[in-house]
């Protein structure tokens, strides 16, 4: 899942559908190998978490720092919280695409069975998102 997940990521970049969109053009180039890396890094996080969840605790507070460390990159580039949590949409999608496409690897053949793990990358990211949006605002209060 994690090179599915990987090539798909790299076609959507290579392809230019980033290109032309807000928060996209406003990175820098470090800052784009930036969010490239935590990204990787978090789909390794996801793969693990798909295939044995017995960590838990541990898997869901790696996933939160990645939000925290994603707002910090974003704000130092100028990124809004709403352009923050935009990117977060699109490549969060490109997630659950790659679930889909792997359904057969993932033994996803009931309704159950996708429901379970469409629940655990919802969890997964639930947990990234929230950790983006509390950095953004404790920068803003603090």
Known sequence: MLQNALGRARLE???G????EPWYDQLEEQARRQHGQLGRQLLEVLSRFLTDPDDEVGLL???????????????SQG????????????????????????AEHLSLRTPTDWGYRLRQLN??????????????????EG
């Open 13 to 15: 970049l290579g392809d």
């Open 17 to 20: 559908q980033l290109r032309g």
């Open 61 to 75: 507070e790696e996933v939160r720092e990645f939000g925290v460390e994603y707002a910090h990159i974003s704000r």
């Open 79 to 102: 990124l809004t919280l709403t352009q923050s949590v935009r990117a977060f949409i699109f490549f969060r999608d490109m997630l659950t695409d790659s679930i889909v496409q792997m």
């Open 123 to 140: 969890r997964v990211t639930d947990k990234m998102l929230l950790a983006l949006i509390e950095t953004y605002e404790q920068t803003v």
